[in-house]
């Protein structure tokens, strides 16, 4: 199948000369490769066919150029909900991936040493595949695991793969990302995400979420919108963040005590009969035991945690109840209700409650609940069918029982693997080491795996753990299944193969899969092509791969958010849950009360924050040459400090410090800033890869996670990667 697709793109021939300049590696350096095409001198760009960008989770879709068979220009399509026509800065810099000096070309294998010697594919296979076998054989197939977050056809292969095993033991990086949050969410609105109508709104609260630093292209034309419209736009960050060129107000908060600042704002709501009557009484449960308990959070006792005057409490609390419907609190992503802290889980439930407060779900100017995205019908083709479904939940649902199942805790995970009760892992387009709790333990649990195999494009911090390490293709380089997104207005979108694959012995992460199936005995799931299996589903839906390959995208308004639709709550209960008994399993309040942050600085110490920057994606884009040389070029490593904390500490603006604390210490630059409530400091997230193999980010910054312990929450396993502190000083003093 593979070989008819390169030739169907004219590869082979195309390449003739650039197999000639392949080194004894294999490896085809991104000169030898531009000197083979050399003679094809200046054609014109040529539309390709319609990508999804790789460089995050958003997959922003595009139309591709080539010209002389390499890359030329992309240009956004419109109709995808998330992208609306607009990649950022990483997906043009990430669409050089497919030219890096520094790709995987070859199935690798770790010698004991630590360094990797070149295997075959069918080695490769083999040697897994045993493997593989043997465990199910001696220990059953729950002693595998999985951690994968990809696109749609990896979910889909790797996925089958593992089901076809017969284990449930799937993990994504919610751990590290948004796990609290989503699982706090679906206890009080029954999904786990939840949006805004910002271009119709007249105030929203933005709480530890920056919109122009954690990029989604829709979100930054909404908030445009919004600001636009004249909407009130209030920032609660102990950073002044960029998102700050659109906003009114920043509210500097103390990090971890956000979840004080929604109780007090509730409880002057409640207490000032502000709340919306009708649709409290109509759509939810709980209110008089929650109203009961927001008594004790009055403004002054929430001033002495959260470092807001209580005055300013009192005014943004009512600033959004005079403004609801059309008014809401964002429902944040990563930093406050995500993974951050031990209360993160709770703050997404208390930002839930204070938009039922407002009654403004699902009006025009509030808080929205997004409709589904576009589903597939049933296909019924046999081969399509189905692996048995495995009976068994994957490890870490009864000891979090109230997480989203499709997000249990990849680092409890972990913990298994460390005491052998799982024995095989397999990663896929993820990079734990790098970025799920801290990577000096994280690496000496998974270089003591039995089995560790990585699917991935560039040797990672976490593929050099392993001791298989697979290469797949870039996204440009294959095509992909239909991909439904789910937003006010879902979309479904086709990615297809623009450039003709530059590495021979790299293969599309579905070839692989399959392969791999068919060398632990269950290739019998997988009797199919991915052409077919995306024709098959089109089809359900009245479409054809022809034509879903023409058009890339279609949106679908029809579908969209409707105003006056009933809301159908996914919860237990059917109502918006203000209240909820299932809280008690976790030894949780049924309502949100406050919690207080596990650690708090004192003296000398700052807690550590972390954050986005525009131009890198995680831990995933910092060896692009054009991106981590805007890293250099604006000195964007540094760390932020307090202007008055430095004073005191000696430290000057562009001064090397030192950051330290139990876990490990680093050198870099600082930034002093009035711009920084003094109890922190903020480290850009993306930085600190340990792979050698990345040269261009080797070394580069410091990695935030190597300061936090390695942790989890009590109630949902998030990693906490806030609950950390750190102190400061000035190098060579
Ligand atoms: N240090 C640090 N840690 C973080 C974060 C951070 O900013 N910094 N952010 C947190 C957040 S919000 C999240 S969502 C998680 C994300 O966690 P992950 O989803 O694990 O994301 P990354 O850690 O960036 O790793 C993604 C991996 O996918 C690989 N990859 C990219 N494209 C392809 C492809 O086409 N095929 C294959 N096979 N692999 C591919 C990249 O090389 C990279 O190794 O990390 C969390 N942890
Ligand atoms: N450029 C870029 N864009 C991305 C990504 C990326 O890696 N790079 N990743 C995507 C993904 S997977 C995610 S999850 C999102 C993340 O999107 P966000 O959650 O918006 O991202 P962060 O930058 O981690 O955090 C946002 C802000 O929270 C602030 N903050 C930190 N601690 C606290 C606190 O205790 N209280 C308050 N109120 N604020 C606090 C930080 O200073 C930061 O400015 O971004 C997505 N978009
Ligand atoms: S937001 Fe940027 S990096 Fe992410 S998919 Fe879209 S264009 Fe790519
Ligand atoms: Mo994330």
């Not at 429902?331 to 409650?353: D, F, H, K, L, P």
Request: aromatic share 10%; hydrophobic share 40%; charged share 20%.
């Amino acid at each position: 199948m593979l070989d008819a697709k390169l030739s169907r793109r004219g590869f082979l021939a195309g390449a003739a000369g650039a197999a000639a300049a392949l080194g004894a590696s294999g490896y085809l350096s991104y000169g030898a490769w531009e000197k083979a095409h050399a003679a094809e001198a200046e054609a014109e760009p040529q539309f390709a066919g319609h990508s999804a960008c790789g460089g995050c989770y958003s997959k922003c879709a595009y139309s591709a150029y080539v010209r002389n068979g390499r890359l030329d220009k992309i240009v956004g399509d419109k109709e995808h909900a998330f992208g609306v026509g607009k990649p950022c800065a990483r997906g043009y810099g990430w669409s050089q991936l497919a030219y890096s000096a520094n790709r995987l070309t070859d199935p690798l294998k770790r010698r004991d040493d630590g360094s990797f010697e070149a295997i075959s594919w069918d080695q490769a296979y083999q040697e897994i595949g045993d493997k593989i076998k043997e465990i199910i054989a001696t220990s059953g197939p729950q002693a595998l695991a999985l951690v994968e977050t990809g696109s749609v056809s990896m979910d889909f292969y790797v996925q089958r793969l593992f089901t076809a095993l017969g284990c449930a033991n799937m993990y994504r990086h919610g751990v590290a990302c948004n796990l609290a949050r989503n699982s706090g969410l679906l206890q009080t609105i029954g999904t786990g995400d939840f949006g805004a109508d910002y271009g119709n709104a007249k105030a929203v609260m933005f709480i530890g979420r920056s919109f122009a630093d954690g990029i989604r292209p829709v979100f930054v034309d909404e908030v445009k919108a919004a600001r636009d419209n004249g909407a009130y736009l209030v920032m609660v960050d102990p950073r002044y963040n960029s998102s700050m060129g659109f906003c009114d107000e920043w509210v500097p908060i103390n990090p971890g005590t956000d979840l004080a600042f929604i109780l007090a704002m509730a409880h002057v709501v409640v207490r000032d009969g502000l709340e919306d009557k009708a649709f409290i009484a109509s759509e939810t449960v709980g209110f008089d035991t929650w109203a009961e308990s927001l008594k004790q959070y009055t403004p002054e006792w929430a001033e002495k945690i959260t470092g807001i005057a209580a005055a300013d409490i009192e005014r943004l609390a009512k600033l959004l109840a005079e403004n609801a419907p059309a008014a809401s609190i964002d429902s944040g992503w990563r930093a406050v209700t995500g993974c951050s802290y031990v209360n993160s889980g709770e703050t997404a439930r208390a930002i839930a409650a204070f938009n039922g407060l407002l009654g403004c779900w699902n009006k025009p100017g509030g808080a929205l609940l997004f409709p589904s995205a576009p589903t597939f019908g049933k296909l019924d083709d046999p081969r399509f069918a189905a692996p048995p479904a495995v009976k068994e939940k994957k490890l870490g649902t009864k000891e979090y029982p109230v997480s989203l199942y499709s997000m249990v805790s990849a680092n409890f995970l972990m913990e298994q693997v460390r005491d052998g009760n799982v024995r095989g892992i397999m990663f896929c387009q993820s990079n734990m080491v790098g970025g799920y709790s801290n990577p000096k333990i994280l690496e000496e649990i998974l270089t003591g795996a039995e089995l560790s195999v990585d699917i991935d494009v560039q040797m990672t911090d976490t593929a050099r753990c392993c001791k298989y390490v697979l290469p797949d293709t870039s996204f440009l380089e294959r095509d992909d299944l239909p991909w439904s997104f789910s937003y006010t207005v879902p979309c479904l979108t086709l990615r297809s193969q623009v450039i003709d694959v530059i590495h021979p012995n790299t293969r599309p992460v579905h070839q692989i899969a399959k392969e791999l199936a068919q060398a632990c005995g269950v290739g019998q799931y997988f009797d199919f092509t991915l052409d077919e299996l995306a024709e098959a589903q089109l089809n359900t839906l009245g479409l054809t791969l022809a034509e879903m390959r023409e058009k890339g995208s279609i949106s679908y308004p029809e579908k969209g958010v409707d105003f006056n639709a009933p809301i159908k709550w996914g919860t237990a209960s059917g109502k918006f849950q203000f209240a909820n008994e299932d809280m008690a399993k976790v030894g949780l309040t049924p309502d949100v009360n406050w919690i207080e942050p596990l650690v708090m600085p004192s003296g000398d110490e700052f807690r550590l924050i972390g954050g986005k920057q525009p131009i890198h994606s995680q831990s995933w884009t910092t060896d692009i040459p054009e991106l981590i040389q805007i890293t250099h070029d604006y000195d964007l490593t540094r760390i932020w400090m307090n202007a008055a904390k430095a004073a005191e500490l000696g430290i000057a603006d562009g001064d090397e410090v030192e950051v330290y604390n139990d876990l490990n210490s680093g050198k870099v630059r600082v930034k002093v800033t009035e711009r920084l409530n003094p109890t922190c400091i903020w480290m850009p997230s993306g930085y600190g890869c340990n792979s050698p193999d990345l040269t261009n980010a080797y070394g580069v910054g410091l990695s935030f996670m190597s300061f936090v312990p390695f942790q989890r929450d009590p109630y949902y396993g998030a990693t906490m990667s806030q609950e950390a502190l750190v102190k400061v000083r000035k190098v060579g003093a």
